[in-house]
């Protein structure tokens, strides 16, 4: 593994630095609807948005180790995110640059870039959870057009979602269960889609069920052939976990949650003084940094033109463990006053730790739950039995 950069790339995380410097002062308001818009609009003339995609398509074509050293300067910097739509840069554009027909780029790619407004995905269904292969949403074909029926579930920010990138069964395949199904792109304005927003404990409202009772889709919104969804959507879960950049998000968190030991009292002294407090803080960093070095392997396969495999189940997995094992941790250090949510006075950090306590599902559930993960692990890694 050598990641030297050579001076073209020192010269590019130069010039991102330049221009966070200049664009991002430290007493930016990020909140401020205002502030990220001129940055988003700053972000797209400099085709930061969608960096790595093909210029063609309205990327910046820039390569794996800019967009990776773009990534890792910008979280470093706290900045706004590169670009408004997640799920479609996450998600939803890789997979219509390799699957899509050129109707489909011409149409989607330029919204997902300009951040015109949200994709979600529709894939966990009750009973099936994460399992893929033997989701039961179904669509019939009628002429030009599919009949969906179902229902998914967990279904990240479908609320504010204009549209929906569903996984359906369109046949039956007993020798293969990822056989049969495919991919369509869908308004979520079509009749007869209903969405029921799931409310987790800290009050929010970021998953969702959605149902489809006789939902006709066009044919022409069909990303890929039929049969073959399973493909698009490993594409798309690839890219997902293929970054490293939420490293430096968990390291953010790992320092906020040393001075919040530093200035707990625990028996008379602070905290961040405990051996016990002290070694699991360590576990956690140490944790971290295993989880940057693994993300620098999945880059080194990038940059020899690898495809990434089922290994990057294992970050997705640690990712998870850690958001919930650091936000148990930072209420418990705080003693009587863990559950003090925000709004009380006596809340440190404002309620941020007991928020990130109770809104651990965002994190585990999406992209698919650590059972999901173990399993990829367990047979595609490691090679045992199937469960």
Known sequence: MDLTLTPEEEAFRDEVRAFLDENLPQDANRADPGFVAEWQRKLRAKRWVGFSWPAEVGGGGGSIMQQAILKEEMARRKAPPLGSCFMGLTWVGPAIIAYGSEEQKQRFIPDILDGAYQWCTGYSEPDHGSDLGALQCKAVREGDEYVVNGQKIWTSIAMWSKWIILLVRTSQHADDKHQGITCLLVPMDTPGITVRPIKNMAGGAMFAEVFFDDVRVPVELRL????????????????????????????????????????????????????????????????????????????????????LGSETSVSKLLRAQLEVEMGDFAVEIQGAAGPLVEGAEAAADGGRWQKMALSWPEVVIGGGTPNIQKNIIAERILGLPKD
């Open 224 to 307: 890929g052939a039929e049969g073959e969804g399973w493909k698009v959507t490993i594409t798309a879960l690839a890219h997902e976990r293929s970054g490293i950049a939420e490293v430096e998000s968990l390291t953010r968190n790992l320092e906020a949650l040393k001075r919040l030991a530093q200035k707990t009292t625990r028996g008379g002294r602070p905290a961040s003084e405990d051996p016990g407090v002290r070694a699991r803080i360590a576990r956690f960093e140490t944790r971290i940094q295993a989880m940057r070095m693994n993300g620098l392997r999945y880059l080194t396969k990038q940059l020899r033109g690898e495809p």
